[in-house]
């Protein structure tokens, strides 16, 4: 469901990432664009060091490790927090988030890039499950079983664009922060 396919062939950029179906159903093409995001940012953080992962450039805080980790909280949060009303799991379950709104971001300089892209890839993992598992169940325009205090509640298809948004405008940051590591390019 994750990948474009043309038969039974995925369908690849020069990156590696999955390009979304161009005549997909609605699904299949929020879900595509999702993916390539997400493989975009993959793209982006692939090989970078413990020392490029704490890097900032300019006047922001901003780090590609700290990225890894608040977009692996994005996705535990949209995808089981609120599609599914689900308890949060760790390490998010274990924060003070009223002491600390940006925890995510602060505490990745303490973790290796090996745990901070194992904690992405399983939130990922995960997040992917569950949306698989409820567009099967009941389409895009099912809402969160998460409410808001005022009991509205977004839909699938505005989780999904969201991470898409969410992924395209981090992704800007860190072809910003990755250029000025090494010099690498590119969308």
Known sequence: ???????????FDEQGRPKPPN????AATVVGFLEFQRATFAWKCAGVDAAGLAA?????SMTLGGMIKHLAFVEDWWCSQWL???EA????NGVD????PDWEWHSASAETPEQLRALWDENVARSRSLVDAAIARGGLGQLSQRRAPNGDAPSLRWILLHL???YARHNGHADIIRESLDG???E
């Open 89 to 92: 799991q760790p390490p998010w």
């Open 97 to 100: 988030w009223d002491a600390d």
């Open 184 to 186: 690498l390019t590119g």
């Open 56 to 60: 900032t450039v300019a006047a922001s």
């Open 23 to 26: 005549a997909g159903d609605e």
């Open 164 to 166: 898409v948004e969410e």
């Open 1 to 11: 469901m994750h990948l474009s396919r043309i038969g039974s062939m995925t369908i």
């Open 84 to 86: 599914y009303a689900n």
